[in-house]
Each structure stands twice: as structure tokens, then as C-alpha cells.
């Protein structure tokens, strides 16, 4: 075994955080060999109950687990660590301004961009969950100049996971069947789920499909609405789901995808597909020897091109934003 691994959890005390944690006490996050020591951030108020979880996490005798500690002091809750899971954020609540929402988002994601920049170690790798995810990275990212600026990712994994389940039931295939699935742009409503380039038992899902009405009318708004469908039956946001996705996409990255296939992550651009450089958008990536690179060479049709603009038009909205407001 090896030496354990600091992982940083924002939001510990919250849905996601209550599914993720045990997952990653078990060895789902960096697989079996690695020991983990958790340091879990929260707001003032809800660190009574983050330490309710700690216990819970104690009396799971995980062999795994080292330890956990808890803070509500970002600057010490990114001390040494490794992977930096950035979960909690300011929610819209009603009545709440766009402005609103990216300036509470910055009083939250620019001093844990600079804790990370002060005190995460050499190998730090951040995951940004909490919403607007893409531009809370981008703005924890700018406040980070020292740590390379591709260590900075945002979650799209649950709506590559979401992509694979819609399309695998409609061709009645087991989602392993389905490969390269990708989601470009903003993990927003405007996502661009595609099957283009996505492959179902190597051949090509958007000819296995040949539907472009249910793409357009089903496939897309149900993947891109999903978060709402899951409020409307549960009466509560998808948690569990979200978990697993931060627990793909970490595992993923360290160690590696397989040959025939690919993942999406939001990543910073370097102009790849008309993307405009430095936005965090998604895209599809491979990972190798704990690094991700941006799948190169795909054919982008007259469907998928107006598509991925706007979701990227959208970024670039926010990213103004935020710049306004002088977050970045
Ligand atoms: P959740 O754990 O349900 O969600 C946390 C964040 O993840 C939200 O921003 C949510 O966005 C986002 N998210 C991303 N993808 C998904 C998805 N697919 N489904 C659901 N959520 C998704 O929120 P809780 O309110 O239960 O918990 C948040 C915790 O964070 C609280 O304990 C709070 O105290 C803490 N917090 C900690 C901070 C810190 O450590 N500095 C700062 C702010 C909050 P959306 O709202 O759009 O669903």
C-alpha cells in the first residue's frame, strides 16, 4: 500500500457529500491500494453536522480510511491536499438575480482557489460539482496562478453517464455496449449531449438510433432536464448519482480510460473545436499516466455545431459576468 491520499471535500454536510463520503472512505474513489485522509470544509453552521458524519464514517471501520478532520477554514481544509472535490455552492433560491448567484459563488470559490494556490500539494487535482460548476472553477481557477491551470475540472460526468442510460435504452442494449459518448459545453441546460461521434458496439449510435426527431425532441431536453425529472419524483436534488459521477471522474482521471473509449469532463479550452481558450467547457477526454487530453480529429455536423455555440455561448456570458464583477 501507499502513502494516503488527502482528499478535500467542500459541502461535506450536505446530500451529495452524505452519499459521496463513504464511497470514497471505501476505496471507490482511488481503488483499494490507497489509503485516504479526508479533510471536510463547511459553513460555520453545519459543521455540527459534518462531525455526525465523521462518527458515521468512524463506525464504518473502513481499513482504508485514515482519518477525518474537519474545518470551516478553507486555508486549512486545502492544506496538502491531493484531490480538492469542490461540492458545496450558493443554490439559486427564488428570486435570486443571475449577478446574485455568481457574486455569492465568488465570495464562495475565489478564497478556495487561493487556499488551493497557498496550500494544496504539488499534485492537487480539483473536481468543481457545486453549480454553476464551470464558471466557480473558472473563477477558483484564476485565483490559483500557481497551480497548472488544467488541474481545474468541472463535473459533466453525470450527464455523460445520464447520455450513455437514455441511448442504451432506447437501442435496448446494456450501457457497456455504448462507447464515446460525449457532452459538450456548460453542465447547464444548454448541454449538447452527442451521439455522433458515440459508438454502440462499434457502429455508429446516431445511425443505430436513425432518429433525428427523437434526438432533438427526447434524447437532448431529457438528458439536459434530467436534474428537474429527479426533483419532480423525489422531492429532493439527484444526490447519489451526483456522488457516483465525482467518484467517475476522479477515478477515471488518476487511472486512466480504456483503449476503445472516452469520458467527459469539463476542462480549460485550449481552442479546441472553436472553444474559446481558458473557458471551462466540456469535452471529450482520454486520461493516461493521471493526465486528460482533449480527443482530437471529430467530426462536428450541421446537428451538433449550432448546438455546442450556444452552450459555449453561454459560458463565455458567464465568464463576462463574473469579469464584471471582478471575480476573474
Ligand atoms: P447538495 O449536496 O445537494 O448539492 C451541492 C451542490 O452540488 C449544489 O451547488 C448543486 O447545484 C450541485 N450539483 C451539481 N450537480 C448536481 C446534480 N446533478 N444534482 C444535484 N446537485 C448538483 O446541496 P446541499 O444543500 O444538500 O448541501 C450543500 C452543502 O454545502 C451544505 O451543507 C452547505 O452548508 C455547504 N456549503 C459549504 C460551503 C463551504 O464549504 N465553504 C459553501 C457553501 C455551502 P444545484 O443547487 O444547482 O442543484
Not at 43 to 60: F, R, S, Y
Not at 177 to 184: E, G, H, L, N, P
Not at 305 to 310: E, G, N
Request: net charge negative; aromatic share 6%; hydrophobic share 40%.
Amino acid at each position: 500500500t501507499q502513502a494516503p491520499v488527502n482528499v478535500t471535500v467542500t459541502g461535506a454536510a450536505g446530500q451529495i457529500g452524505y452519499a459521496l463520503l463513504f464511497r470514497i472512505a471505501s476505496g471507490q474513489l482511488l481503488g483499494q491500494d490507497t489509503p485516504v485522509r479526508l479533510r471536510l470544509l463547511e459553513i460555520p453552521q453545519a459543521v455540527k453536522a459534518a462531525e455526525g458524519t465523521a462518527l458515521e464514517l468512524e463506525d464504518c471501520a473502513f481499513p482504508l480510511l485514515v482519518g477525518t478532520d474537519i474545518f470551516d477554514d478553507p486555508k486549512q481544509a486545502f492544506e496538502g491536499t491531493n484531490i480538492a472535490l469542490l461540492v458545496g455552492a450558493r443554490p439559486r433560491t427564488k428570486g435570486m438575480e443571475r449577478g446574485d448567484l455568481l457574486e455569492a459563488n465568488g465570495g464562495i470559490f475565489k478564497p478556495q482557489g487561493e487556499a488551493i494556490n497557498a496550500g494544496a500539494a504539488d499534485d492537487v487535482r480539483v473536481l468543481v460539482v457545486g453549480n454553476p460548476a464551470n464558471t466557480n472553477a473558472l473563477i477558483a481557477r484564476s485565483h490559483a496562478p500557481d497551480v497548472p491551470a488544467e488541474r481545474f475540472t468541472a463535473m459533466t460526468r453525470l450527464d455523460h453517464n445520464r447520455a450513455i442510460t437514455q441511448l442504451a435504452k432506447k437501442l435496448e442494449v446494456p450501457v457497456t455496449d455504448v462507447k464515446r459518448m460525449t457532452i459538450w459545453g456548460n453542465h447547464s441546460a444548454t448541454q449538447y449531449p452527442d451521439v455522433f461521434n458515440a459508438e454502440v458496439k462499434g457502429r455508429g449510435a446516431a445511425e443505430a438510433v436513425n432518429d433525428e426527431k427523437w434526438l432533438a425532441e427526447e434524447f437532448i431536453p431529457r438528458v439536459a432536464k434530467r436534474g428537474a425529472e429527479i426533483i419532480e419524483a423525489r422531492g429532493a436534488s439527484s444526490a447519489a448519482s451526483a456522488a457516483n459521477a465525482a467518484i467517475d471522474h476522479i477515478f477515471d482521471w488518476v487511472n486512466g480510460t480504456p483503449q476503445d473509449d472516452w469520458v467527459s469532463m469539463g476542462v480549460p479550452s485550449d481552442g479546441s473545436y472553436g472553444v474559446p481558450e481558458g473557458l471551462i467547457s466540456s469535452f471529450p477526454v482520454t486520461c493516461t499516466g493521471g493526465r486528460y487530453e482533449i480527443v482530437q480529429g471529430l467530426q462536428i455536423n450541421e446537428f451538433s455545431r449550432p448546438r455546442i455555440d450556444a452552450s459555449v455561448q453561454e459560458l463565455a456570458d458567464e465568464r463576462d459576468a463574473v469579469r464584471k464583477l471582478g471575480l476573474v
